[in-house]
């Protein structure tokens, strides 16, 4: 392993685990943390896969719903991690088991668990799984992991990232299972820390380039398209987070950094760096950096951001927050004795 890889395996694992849907590798490096030794990835976007390879010294293989990417998981490991994209279920709810799910990528996921039997799974969703299609979908997993594969699969949780030691409201559910055989028949979620991260402990430590700062004729905009929907009593529109506020979730689409507008003072050079209609506000307002979203993800400083910051902003807005899956993985290894 080279020097230059931040986040070699550890020399001396106590477990291994795989790593699907891997994105940029947040549930990698939660169970390398806790001596977990990865022994798969896959990942089929190319600007992820080449933060994954500079960050862990391996680039993932492709894509997990062909046979010949199934075909290269080692037979024998301990956890199954996956981060797999929500899909519609076309017929959810008609049979509730696995016949439903062929067509999706969790179809993919519990093909895997069939085939190798590992000791335990970590799957993670948005929170909106729980209500989609009136909970049907959610059934159709569950029963497909408990009544098909034989998993004990405590009911699933919607953890918040904020209580796990970061300064972001993300809240996304968690399902866990294990084995019949490890006649495991409890589990505990881990409990919220009893302290709330501010902002303030996320920002840049030194002036940040004139980029990241709106420009007077997109503030214009956001103001106008915030009171249009005022106006219809919507609650959307840009946010403008204080230093002792909680961000709202970082995400990949949509109003993601406008959600999360900071003040910030200490701009010096004001002549804009981009193509801008208008000048930069003087108000210092600007967006966050996409080291600051690593940040609100739980993400340390050593991790290298090696594509374009519209890749990073969508990487990040992706992962997973690694401290809220340490923590759950952390409760995963004691049931297990690991």
């Known amino acids: 392993m080279t ?30 943390n806790l001596d977990g030794q990865c022994v798969f990835t896959s990942e089929w976007n190319k600007h992820s896969k080449k933060t ?9 293989f492709g894509d997990i719903t062909h046979a010949a990417t199934k075909a290269l998981i080692p037979q024998s490991f301990d956890i199954l991690c996956a981060g797999f994209p929500c899909q519609s279920f076309s017929i959810a709810g008609k049979r509730g088991g696995f016949e439903d799910t062929r067509g999706t990528l969790f179809f993919d996921v519990a093909q895997i668990i069939q085939t190798h039997q590992p000791k335990a799974f970590f799957l993670e969703n948005v929170k909106g799984l729980r209500s989609h299609d009136r909970g049907r979908t959610l059934a159709t997993i569950l029963n497909t992991l408990r009544d098909d594969l034989n998993y004990f699969v405590p009911d699933p949780q919607i953890i918040n990232a904020k209580d796990h030691g970061v300064a972001q409201n993300r809240e996304r559910i968690f399902i866990v299972g294990f084995h019949k055989k490890q006649q495991i028949e409890s589990f505990s979620y881990p409990l919220p820390l009893d302290k709330k991260v501010p902002i303030a402990t996320i920002l840049e430590e030194q002036e940040v380039s004139v980029k990241y700062y709106l420009s007077t004729q997109y503030l214009k905009t956001l103001i106008a398209h915030k ?20 961000a709202n979730a970082v995400v990949c689409g949509g109003m993601g950094r406008e959600r999360n507008l900071l ?26 950096t996409p080291r600051e979203w690593a940040r609100l993800q739980g993400f340390p400083d050593t991790f290298k951001i090696v594509v374009s910051d519209a890749q990073a902003y969508k990487q990040f807005g992706n992962s997973v927050a690694v401290p809220a899956i340490q923590a759950t993985a952390n409760q995963m290894m004691k049931s297990l004795g690991l």
């Open 263 to 288: 003040y910030d003072h200490r701009l010096t050079h004001f002549k804009p760096i981009t193509h801008i209609k208008g000048e930069v506000n003087r108000q210092g307002i600007r967006k966050m």
């Open 52 to 60: 994954y390879a500079a960050n862990f010294g391996e680039l993932p």
């Open 3 to 32: 020097a230059d890889i931040p986040f070699p395996k550890p020399k001396r694992p106590k477990f291994k685990f795989i790593d699907l849907f891997a994105g940029i590798g947040g549930f990698r490096l939660a169970l390398q």
């Open 227 to 246: 009171a249009r929907h005022k106006n219809k009593g919507n609650g959307f529109g840009y946010e403008i987070i204080p230093h002792d506020g909680i």
